[in-house]
């Protein structure tokens, strides 16, 4: 079983940062894509940002120039830091990725969600 905790999500003014964490913790053989996707109120889940395990990522257009994507593999964490906050990037932000626990099979988990509050 693989579990993702994540951290760092809160209050914040527009033009503020916020730095998020998630770290996968249980039987990992290895992880491939990790990411960050986030829900507002009434609106779908969308993608934040993914990252490879080589370390190539990837955007949303809302986001990009005001988020960093990187990971530490040695750690199985997964970190996006987000400048110049805009009360639009409130939401619940979750954690994503793809582990193998096993060399023969990939499982999608999900972190339990922590919210991003950015005020006008």
């Known amino acids: 079983q693989v579990q993702l905790v994540e951290s760092g999500g809160g209050l914040v003014q527009a033009g503020g940062s916020l730095r998020l964490s998630c770290t996968a913790s249980g039987t990992i053989f290895s992880i491939n894509d990790m990411g960050w996707y986030r829900q507002a109120p009434g609106k779908q889940r969308e993608l934040v940002a993914v990252?490879?395990?080589?370390?190539?990522?990837n955007y949303a257009d809302s986001v990009k120039g005001r988020c960093t994507l990187s990971r530490d593999n040695a750690k199985n964490t997964v970190y996006l830091q987000m400048n110049s906050l805009k009360p639009e990037d409130t939401a619940v932000y979750y954690c994503?990725?793809?582990?193998?626990?096993?060399?023969w099979g990939t499982g999608d988990y999900w972190g339990q969600g922590t919210q991003v509050t950015v005020s006008s």
């Open positions: 994503n990725a793809y582990v193998s626990s096993n060399p």
């Open positions: 990252i490879t395990s080589g370390g190539s990522t």
